[in-house]
């Protein structure tokens, strides 16, 4: 409570009321700051329109699914290109080959190109122009309910936004391609069969309890964006079957097989805890103004189906690996380490099991008609999701240390988080083998959101949090003198700061910048606590963050589409507007067109998520933490 008879002199009682607002959610910032959202809200409903929008019609996201139960429904896609991007501004680089061959497999019936240097940046430029991360399309979800519970925006699809987003579960659970040529369900989900996809040794047979692949695309023969354009010149294909052999439908000059078929655990995290479960709440409690998430309500109902299967990810020292057995890497011919853990990965599926976890007690204390089979339901999964984290043994008996031990005393080295590593390897004898290098924004940044920086603080020192943020801009930092705008994805983009403390201008990304804010929200709302009682150092620390956070938002909208074309980031296509087209304000994934060490590339094409995470920054909304407060 905020009442406190106590006799004080104004000061005092200034410092306790600032104490208890900030406490109870009232405040989430200091009342030093400045540092406010509007830039980001002023266009905001031409950036929502983006989100729900058909891209053939109006240069957005959305296309319009024709296989199976999806027939008829709107889908996101994850980015807005053309052809003339990839033909005139990539294809023209020196260093670039465009021209590929592709061939025609009469055992499998794939088109693929060879090998040489034309065949990735053809995948590439199909895979960004056909397909749906599901990481994506959970922001995608998050953002457009958001956009009607907060700000009131409208599109043409639904009255009700949650329908819209609805969609996105819909084809998750069908598990096939929006416009699937032939509809086989499950076909997208990552089912064991033999030693492919299994999980820490489990086999999982049910499609629905399956992890999904990272990708979806429309359909399985897929077009490149030059099919039917002048740059088609650059594409040949060999052994296509004639008539008399025996023609397949679909396969012709221009098109390839999708090849992307990686099922990992950050991005089903997203996918079936983080973007449905904030979905459903802002829609049933903000929205229609509830007090719950109904227990039948899809996002629930699948997040339950997948969460023995992230329980058998677990490690023994906590960590949950990255992929199951048998899942291709990032490199053709390789396949990841069936013990290798992405940092981020697990922060990203710690922040999901706790919403989930918030979401099943709050369901379960107000909705009277729950039966007795489903209050046991949501007890099991409960003490599933307690196990995950706290450490313990599992229903399937095996022990953990559980996340939180993982996180403390495993993932943290020098001062920051780790990308990732092997645990519990077979062919290892220690049982955390972390990789030290290339060192990654996301980690970090999504770490302090997910853990809260009042934890990261409690196990490693006052004021761990934000020294690591600190040493974040140091090498990851993107901006122009000594004012920071942003970051980019590693310690090898170009960015970081100089001797001098001038920053460095590599690469900025506009979804990774908006979880760095999002990041440095938590870490004012940490410190103004101890600021409200006079500590000086926490006055400081503030007073810093409250200038990263204002500059950082006032350069995001540089990444807007119709800013970026006519600002100077190096790297820019020349003649942008013409490239790309839209009706709408999206922003861009990138500012440049770059390799990230991580295993793809960024473009400077608008992007679903990143205009996704604008939605959220711009209304104050913390995926990491349930409803949205921060953790």
């Known amino acids: 409570m905020c009442h406190d008879h106590a006799v004080c002199d104004l000061k005092t ?8 607002l900030i406490g109870i959610g009232i ?3 200091s009342p030093f700051s400045s540092a406010r959202a509007e830039t980001l809200l002023d266009g905001l409903s031409e950036s929502y329109r983006f989100l729900v929008s058909d891209r053939d019609a109006d240069g957005g996201a959305l296309y319009t699914a024709t296989a199976g139960a999806l027939k008829g429904r709107a889908l996101p896609l994850s ?3 053309s052809a003339a991007y990839w033909g005139e501004f990539v294809c023209a680089s020196p260093d670039v080959v465009c021209a590929v061959t592709d061939r ?3 055992e ?3 088109l693929s190109p060879l090998p040489g240097a034309g065949g990735p940046l053809q995948i590439e430029r199909v895979f960004v122009h056909n397909g749906a991360s599901i990481y994506d399309a ?5 953002a457009v309910v958001l956009g009607q519970a907060a ?9 009700d936004a949650y329908d819209l987003a609805g969609n996105q579960s819909l084809l998750l659970r069908e598990g096939h391609c929006g416009d699937a040529e032939v509809v086989v369900k499950g076909a997208n989900r990552a089912v064991t069969r033999g030693e492919s996809f299994r999980y820490n040794g489990q086999a999982v047979s049910d499609p629905q309890n399956a992890f999904a692949f990272r990708m979806f695309g429309r359909s399985w023969l897929s077009d490149d964006p030059f099919r039917g354009t002048p740059w088609e010149r650059w594409i040949t294909v060999e052994g296509l079957p004639t008539r008399q052999t025996g023609p397949k439908p679909g396969h012709r000059r221009g098109r390839i097989s999708w090849a992307d078929w990686k099922p990992i655990t950050g991005e089903n995290a997203w996918a079936f805890l983080l973007g449905p479960l904030h979905a459903a709440y802002l829609h049933h409690v903000r929205y229609k103004e509830g007090r719950f998430v109904p227990f039948d309500d899809p996002a629930i109902r699948q997040a339950l189906a997948l969460l023995p299967t992230f329980a058998a990810m677990q490690s023994d020292i906590g960590a949950v690996y990255y992929a199951p057995a048998g899942t291709a890497g990032n490199v053709g011919g390789t396949f990841v380490h069936p013990q290798q853990v992405s940092v981020e990965n697990n922060f990203s599926l710690y922040a999901g099991l706790k919403v989930l976890g918030a979401t099943l007690e709050v369901t379960l204390a107000a909705q009277t008609t729950l039966a007795g089979r489903d209050k046991r339901t949501i007890r099991q999964a409960l003490a599933t999701i307690q196990t995950m984290l706290h450490g313990g043994k599992s229903a399937s008996g095996r022990t953990t240390a559980g996340l939180i031990d993982f996180f403390r005393h495993r993932a ?4 920051g988080f780790v990308q990732g590593g092997l645990a519990n390897a077979a062919d290892r004898t220690e049982a955390w083998v972390p990789m030290l290098l290339p060192l990654a924004v996301d980690v970090n940044t999504w770490g302090v959101a997910a853990l809260g920086a009042g934890m990261i603080d409690d196990w490693f020192g006052s004021g761990a949090a934000f020294d690591n943020w600190q040493q974040v801009k140091r090498w990851g930092g993107y901006g122009v003198g000594q004012t920071l705008w942003g970051v980019g994805y590693s310690d090898r983009d170009g960015n970081g700061m100089t001797a001098g403390g001038d920053f460095r201008q590599g690469i900025v990304s506009a979804e990774w910048t908006a979880g760095a804010i999002t990041m440095v929200r938590n870490l004012r709302r940490h410190y103004a606590r101890a600021a409200a009682d006079g500590d000086a150092k926490a006055r400081a620390r503030l007073s810093s963050l409250d200038r990263d956070e204002r500059h950082m938002l006032a350069a995001l909208v540089r990444l807007r589409h119709d800013r970026y074309a006519s600002e100077a980031f190096p790297g820019r296509p020349d003649d942008y507007a013409r490239l790309i087209r839209t009706r709408s304000k999206p922003y861009l994934y990138a500012s440049r067109r770059a390799m990230i060490p991580f295993g793809w590339y960024a473009n400077p094409i608008p992007s679903t998520c990143a205009t996704g995470w604008v939605v959220l920054v711009a209304n104050h909304y913390d995926p990491f933490g349930y409803a949205g407060h921060p953790n």
């Open 104 to 106: 025609y497999d009469s």
């Open 79 to 81: 980015y807005l290109d």
């Open 108 to 110: 499998d019936s794939t």
């Open 151 to 159: 700000n009131g925006f409208t599109n043409t699809y639904a009255a």
């Open 27 to 29: 405040i989430v910032s």
């Open 13 to 20: 009682c200034f410092s306790r009321l600032l104490r208890c």
């Open 138 to 142: 959970a922001v995608w979800q998050i």
């Open 412 to 415: 943290w080295h020098a001062g």
